[in-house]
């Protein structure tokens, strides 16, 4: 099911510029969050983890 959910989503994504864009910015700002969680977490400087999203959109939904 995981795989065809990606695949429905590419599609989507591929469809609408406008989508695409909204989903680019939820990743950027969902990492950003997530990045500061982790630093909290693990008592680690904010520095320790990359400030830039170290994967791309299509990267996250390719198949595993």
């Not at 969050?33 to 400087?45: D, G, V």
């Not at 400030?51 to 959109?57: K, M």
């Amino acid at each position: 099911p995981r795989i065809e959910q990606r695949r429905e989503l590419q599609y989507d994504l591929e469809s609408s510029k406008t989508l695409r864009n909204h989903a680019q910015s939820v990743l950027l700002k969902a990492y950003a969050t997530a990045r500061k969680q982790a630093a909290a977490e693990t008592e680690m400087e904010l520095r320790a983890f990359p400030s830039r999203c170290p994967w791309e959109l299509n990267d996250l939904l390719e198949d595993e």
